[in-house]
């Protein structure tokens, strides 16, 4: 039994702590495929509920294209990081993703700053 994981689950995000906030960058410049969003998903909702963040700030300097799909991902995540009593925060944002958040009034729902400095003290 290897136990490596098999390839197609690599990890999509690189996770770190600073403090009690858990930075989430992501390693995929195009967030598009059906399967990948999948990953993504269950690797973001893994850190609220199997390792109890409570506290996520996603940076998204990396992202270039990022689905419709993987919004609804997001939608979910912050649902569950509030009812965890966390707070979720996107930093970095690239100005046509950002468009898409506002078109669909999705920069009303998450807090969105600028740089990661600012998110980290908006916590």
Known sequence: MSSSPPPARRRRLE???IGDITVVNFVDRKILDEQ???IIGEQLFSLVDEDGKKKLLLNFSNVEYLSSAALGKLIT????VSSAGGRLILCNISEDILEVFEITKLDKFFKIMRDEQS???AF
């Open 15 to 17: 996770v770190e702590s």
């Open 36 to 38: 990948n969003i999948q």
């Open 77 to 80: 995540l912050n649902k569950k």
């Open 119 to 121: 998110a980290l003290q």
